[in-house]
T-cell receptor
Framework: GQQLNQSPQSMFIQEGEDVSMNCTSS?????WLWYKQDPGEGPVLLIA?????ELTSNGRLTAQFGITRKDSFLNISASIPSDVGIYFC????????????FGQGTRLTINP | EAGVAQSPRYKIIEKRQSVAFWCNPI?????LYWYQQILGQGPKLLIQ????????DSQLPKDRFSAERLKGVDSTLKIQPAKLEDSAVYLC?????????????FGPGTRLTVL
C-alpha cells in the first residue's frame, strides 16, 4: 500500500532555531497536507498544498509541494515553545474515494 | 463553531470484551472518517462515510470491527471482541461536502487500552 516516509523522526532544538522536516513517497499524491498534533488531541491542519511546485506560508510555517509530486517539506522559522508537538505529513490519494495517507510523524522538542 | 465531539475519551477493557466509541461530527459535514492511531504512528483510515453510506472500508478489520452512521450524522465504531493489538487512539474526523473535502477536522480521540 501507499506509504509516506517522514524524517527526521524526532528533533531537539533550541528556542529561536529554524526547523526543517520532510516527507517522501513512492507514490504520487495530488494534495499534500501538514498537520500538528498536541498530546491528547487530534491532528490540526497547518498547511494544504494542491499544485506541484507550490510554496505556501502560514505565519512562521512554510511548506512546499515537490515537483515530482512524491515529496513535501515543512519549515518552521524562529521556533517558540508552543511549536512543541508531533508534525504529520499526509498525502491525498488520486481518484476514487479520496483517502488521506499519513507519515509516521516528526516529534519536535524545544529547549527554552 | 463546535468541533468534532468524541466519547468516551478513555477506555480500558480486557481482551475479548466489546467496546463502542461515539462521534458527533461538525454540524453540516457530510463526510465522516474513523482512524486508528497506534502509539508512535500516524493515523490510519479505517472507514469513510459520505452521509450515511460507506465510501471506503478497505482497511477495516471486518471480522471484529463495525461502524455505522445512522441518519448521516452521529457515528459509532464497535470492536467485538477486542484484541491486545487494538490498543490505540481512535480518531473521528469530518469534512464538508464540496471541493474542500480534503480539509478534515479531527476530534480529540478515544484512547483504548486492551489488557
Amino acid at each position: 500500500g501507499q506509504q509516506l516516509n517522514q524524517s527526521p523522526q524526532s528533533m531537539f532544538i533550541q528556542e529561536g532555531e529554524d526547523v526543517s522536516m520532510n516527507c517522501t513517497s513512492s507514490s504520487i499524491f495530488n494534495t499534500w497536507l501538514w498537520y500538528k498534533q498536541d498530546p491528547g488531541e487530534g491532528p490540526v491542519l497547518l498547511i494544504a498544498l494542491y499544485k506541484a511546485g507550490e510554496l505556501t506560508s502560514n505565519g512562521r510555517l512554510t511548506a512546499q509541494f515537490g515537483i515530482t509530486r512524491k515529496d513535501s517539506f515543512l519549515n518552521i522559522s524562529a521556533s517558540i515553545p508552543s511549536d512543541v508537538g508531533i508534525y504529520f505529513c499526509a498525502g491525498l490519494s488520486l481518484g476514487g474515494a479520496q483517502k488521506l495517507v499519513f507519515g509516521q510523524g516528526t516529534r519536535l522538542t524545544i529547549n527554552p | 463553531e463546535a468541533g468534532v465531539a468524541q466519547s468516551p475519551r478513555y477506555k480500558i477493557i480486557e481482551k475479548r470484551q466489546s467496546v463502542a466509541f461515539w462521534c458527533n461530527p461538525i454540524s453540516g459535514h457530510a463526510t465522516l472518517y474513523w482512524y486508528q492511531q497506534i502509539l508512535g504512528q500516524g493515523p490510519k483510515l479505517l472507514i469513510q462515510f459520505q452521509n450515511n453510506g460507506v465510501v471506503d472500508d478497505s482497511q477495516l478489520p471486518k471480522d471484529r470491527f463495525s461502524a455505522e452512521r445512522l441518519k448521516g450524522v452521529d457515528s459509532t465504531l464497535k470492536i467485538q471482541p477486542a484484541k491486545l493489538e487494538d490498543s490505540a487512539v481512535y480518531l473521528c474526523a469530518s469534512s464538508p461536502q464540496g471541493p474542500q473535502t480534503d480539509t478534515q477536522y479531527f476530534g480529540p480521540g478515544t484512547r483504548l487500552t486492551v489488557l
